[in-house]
């Protein structure tokens, strides 16, 4: 093949890459022998192993000129998820190897080399992927503090240079050998160590709305919880599939009780434990573990439309975004006083709140819930529980205070608006389908207000079938907080809390 003269400007290159890529996507396979199908298979693979070396160091280059910014993003993750739309793990797994493989720049303006930097050698070459690369950073990683520099060093050449005929698999199963090799017997894991890499994570709810929990616990967590988990995951205690279940630790009950209770208990320890854990979080919130200040952000609060509560069906939404069966909602609030938001039909429009003061009230925090979930500007995810009130216009340019005039925002996101350009503009868009909902755009731009789907995605999703309706006596008692939309008021004194309702 003849050689191509290929550009030396990287946007140019790109889109050159682009262009060979949509010609790959339509052009027939059928003239290769079996031998020239499979050379390009192997030369395209290794030609997205490469990649992975191009996107950390667009990556980095982008994190380090805080470019995400023109995008609308606040931080660089945000950026990877809200523009590129990313998952969280793709997320992940491109920020470390931006930090992994990429030359970065120090605060002196003094370059450094990577940190992992005969992987990055190895991707360069195209013989590691993404998922080898993850791999690597998690073994090296989890190498203890107290391992010298050189040694570490070592350690990270040897597994990028095994890693280069291995799946990403195998290479995690050499990784853990070189630990084993590096503190076979665990002296050198000290609390620095530990301490680091403690956590709890909350994966995302699936489809049936159950969610996976995945920890490393401090030895010092472990203990306390496994002594809780002796007294309130005991066989026969509060089991929700059982009315005469004793409630609470094991300690405070009669031991007849929960003999007789063991004999009826069929769950397993998975399942008990599991009980357990929600039973103590029962007792929490029950016990002022909410707390009982004025900020709704610690509060249990809940959206749901009058439609979903009507048929007994449907799922309502918390503040903290967490998605909830109707039939729940009505169970916790045996333990609860949580805050209910309804709205009497799909549209996004609420009720009118009005204030003569810069912070919105907790009635209009509530409304606001109701509508936005969260923040507004287009692609974040960040709940209701971490925004702010931000005015339409800016409180500092004549913006009221009223609810037709407020919207859900985060932090970055808030202090993003601005009226020169560079910034974004927001508005309560007045047409279309998404009328009553948040609008953004770049400053003084002509382009279309976007509104956020990620939070609300039912909100273009069509409707498919009947509702499937269940039973339910308990749901009524809601329906006294259904707040119909009210005429236009007169305007608001400075000073002054209204909460407009119909006559």
């Not at 919207?407 to 508005?427: D, F, I, K, L, Y």
């Amino acid at each position: 093949m003849a050689n191509i003269e290929l550009p030396d400007n990287p946007l140019d290159l790109v889109r050159l890459q682009d262009e060979v890529a949509q010609k790959l996507a339509t052009v027939s396979l059928s003239g290769l022998s079996d031998r020239e199908l499979l050379a390009a298979t192997e030369v395209n693979e290794r030609s997205n192993r490469r990649g992975v070396g191009v996107d950390a160091r667009l990556f980095a280059e982008v994190s380090q000129r805080g470019a995400y910014r023109l995008a609308g993003s606040q931080m660089p993750g945000k950026y990877l998820e809200g523009q590129l739309r990313l998952s969280a793990r793709a997320r992940k797994q491109r920020t470390d190897a931006a930090l992994s493989l990429s030359s970065l720049v120090a605060f002196s303006g003094e370059p450094l080399d990577p940190t992992l930097p005969a992987t990055a050698v190895a991707v360069a070459d195209g013989d590691l992927s993404l998922d080898h690369v993850a791999e690597i950073v998690d073994v090296i990683d989890a190498i203890p503090a107290a391992i010298p520099a050189d040694v570490k060093a070592r350690a990270e050449a040897e597994l990028a240079g095994v890693a280069r005929t291995l799946t990403p698999e195998q290479t995690r199963t050499a990784g853990k050998r070189i630990l084993a090799h590096l503190d076979p017997d665990g002296q050198l894991t000290d609390d620095t160590d530990r301490a680091r890499s403690r956590g709890v994570t909350l994966a995302p709810q699936d489809r049936r709305l159950m969610s996976a929990i995945s920890a490393k616990l401090t030895p010092a967590a472990r203990a306390k919880l496994e002594a809780l988990l002796v007294l309130w995951a005991a066989p026969g205690m509060n089991s929700p599939d059982d009315e005469q279940s004793p409630s609470g630790s094991s300690a405070n009950v009669d031991p007849d009780a929960l003999a007789a209770a063991a004999e009826r208990d069929t769950r397993s320890q998975s399942q008990r434990n599991h009980d357990a854990l929600e039973a103590m979080w029962t007792f929490l919130i029950a016990n002022g573990g909410l707390g009982e200040g004025a900020s709704l952000s610690s509060q249990l609060v809940v959206t749901a439309s009058l439609d979903d509560l009507e048929s007994r069906s449907g799922v309502a939404t918390t503040a903290t975004g967490t998605r909830l069966p109707v039939k729940d909602l009505v169970e916790i609030a045996g333990d609860a006083t949580p805050w209910l938001e309804v709205f009497a039909t799909a549209s996004a429009q609420i009720l009118y709140l009005g204030r003569g003061k810069r912070l919105a009230s907790r009635a209009q925090r509530l409304a606001l819930f109701g509508r936005d979930r969260g923040c507004t500007a287009p692609g974040c995810t960040v709940p209701w529980s971490r925004t702010q009130a931000h005015h339409m216009p800016d409180w500092q340019d004549g913006g009221p205070t009223d609810v037709d005039h407020l919207g859900g925002a985060c932090g970055g996101h808030n202090r993003s608006v601005s009226t020169t350009p560079g910034g974004w503009e927001t508005t309560i868009l007045q047409t279309g389908p998404f009328t009553g909902r948040v609008g953004w755009r770049p400053t003084g731009s002509n382009e279309p207000w976007k509104v956020n789907h990620a939070l609300q995605p039912e909100k273009i999703l069509p409707t498919y079938g009947d509702r499937v309706t269940e039973s339910g006596s308990a749901v009524e008692k809601w329906l006294s907080c259904r707040i119909p939309a009210p005429p236009p008021g007169p305007p608001v004194p400075p000073g002054t809390d209204v909460v407009r309702h119909p006559a």
